[in-house]
């Protein structure tokens, strides 16, 4: 398994409420996503790659703009899955010989945000991203993506109800509420 804790240590080498953030509520989606990995054997998910990615998954948050979570960077919030996959991709020598050793985990962070993000919702909104689909595609992209809805960085270690995070994900979209419930059926129903 890849050393997640040294990949955090590298990026927030300093303590501080920024790092805790990122640690708990990282922590709290690792631990729910292991547990439907757990729970859900016939996916043949890998438990530890999903437990890792999830550690990394926000890895991005540092160099955005959230006041509201110690975030200070100059980016806008919502390109921190790419800001992070790119981190990732840029240190890789660090930690692993091939760049195809990080990959996996730079796509979690690239896909995560929503239920993922297409290429046309990209355009439409005219979001500062690169326009190509940003959606997972693997079971480990999906439990990750899933099991972070459950849990913001403003209450990191409080889980939030199916009802919040449905309602929550229908702003976005009904199309977005729709596939979350396909997960949802798919991972504990």
């Known amino acids: 398994m890849i050393d997640y804790e040294r990949i955090i240590d590298f990026f927030y080498p300093e303590a501080g409420r920024l790092r805790d953030i990122l640690c708990e509520h990282s922590r709290c989606v690792a631990e729910y996503a292991a547990v439907?990995?757990?729970?859900?054997?016939e996916l043949?998910?890998?438990?530890?790659?999903?437990?890792?990615?999830?550690?990394?998954?926000?890895?991005?948050?540092?160099?955005?703009?959230?006041?509201?979570?110690?975030?200070?960077?100059?980016?806008?919030?919502?390109?921190?899955?790419?800001?992070?996959?790119?981190?990732?991709?840029?240190?890789?020598?660090?930690?692993?010989?091939?760049?195809?050793?990080?990959?996996?985990?730079?796509?979690?962070?690239?896909?995560?945000?929503?239920?993922?993000l297409t290429r046309e919702m990209i355009v439409?909104?005219?979001?500062?991203?690169p326009v190509r689909d940003l959606v997972p595609e693997t079971v480990e992209e999906e439990i990750v993506c899933y099991a972070d809805k459950f849990f913001s960085k403003t209450r990191p270690t409080e889980q939030k109800p199916l009802k919040r995070v449905i309602a929550s994900l229908?702003?976005?979209?009904?199309?977005?509420?729709?596939?979350?419930?396909?997960?949802?059926?798919?991972?504990?129903?």
């Open 124 to 129: 439409e909104r005219n979001l500062p991203l």
């Open 44 to 116: 043949h998910a890998d438990r530890d790659f999903v437990f890792a990615a999830a550690m990394l998954h926000d890895i991005g948050i540092r160099e955005c703009d959230a006041d509201g979570i110690c975030c200070f960077g100059k980016l806008p919030y919502i390109c921190h899955g790419v800001t992070g996959a790119r981190m990732l991709r840029e240190n890789y020598r660090r930690w692993f010989n091939d760049i195809s050793d990080i990959e996996p985990y730079a796509r979690v962070c690239e896909r995560h945000t929503g239920v993922g």
């Open 170 to 189: 229908s702003k976005f979209g009904k199309g977005n509420a729709e596939k979350f419930m396909a997960w949802h059926e798919k991972f504990e129903g």
């Open 36 to 41: 439907i990995v757990d729970a859900r054997p």
